[in-house]
């Protein structure tokens, strides 16, 4: 499988509704499962708060958000 729907790939690259995400299977064994790294800190922050948002809506528990790997997406030191 490959192509993703864009709400499954948090942590993939997105181009409009898919995401560069795949899983490779042999029957029902999973054999491989990745994607193509999303690599722009700004991009994250942004899924992290409309996660945090949606997480708040629906009564969920928040998370912190991890500012060292943003930090480190970003290329500077947390």
Same mark, same amino acid.
């Given at each position: 499988?490959? &192509? @993703?729907p864009?709400?499954?790939?948090?942590?993939?690259?997105?181009?409009? %509704?898919?995401?560069?995400?795949?899983?490779?299977?042999?029957?029902? +064994?999973?054999?491989?499962?990745? @994607?193509?790294? +999303?690599? &722009?800190?700004?991009?994250?922050?942004?899924r992290? #708060?409309s996660?945090?948002?949606?997480?708040?809506?629906?009564?969920?528990?928040?998370?912190?958000? &991890?500012?060292?790997? +943003? #930090? #480190?997406?970003?290329?500077? %030191?947390?």
């Amino acid at each position: 499988m490959r &192509d @993703f729907p864009a709400s499954q790939a948090a942590l993939a690259r997105v181009n409009g %509704p898919v995401a560069a995400r795949f899983e490779a299977f042999w029957g029902a +064994l999973e054999l491989a499962n990745g @994607f193509h790294e +999303l690599g &722009d800190a700004n991009e994250q922050a942004q899924r992290f #708060a409309s996660d945090a948002a949606t997480r708040s809506e629906r009564g969920r528990p928040a998370r912190d958000i &991890d500012q060292r790997f +943003l #930090a #480190a997406l970003a290329g500077r %030191p947390a």
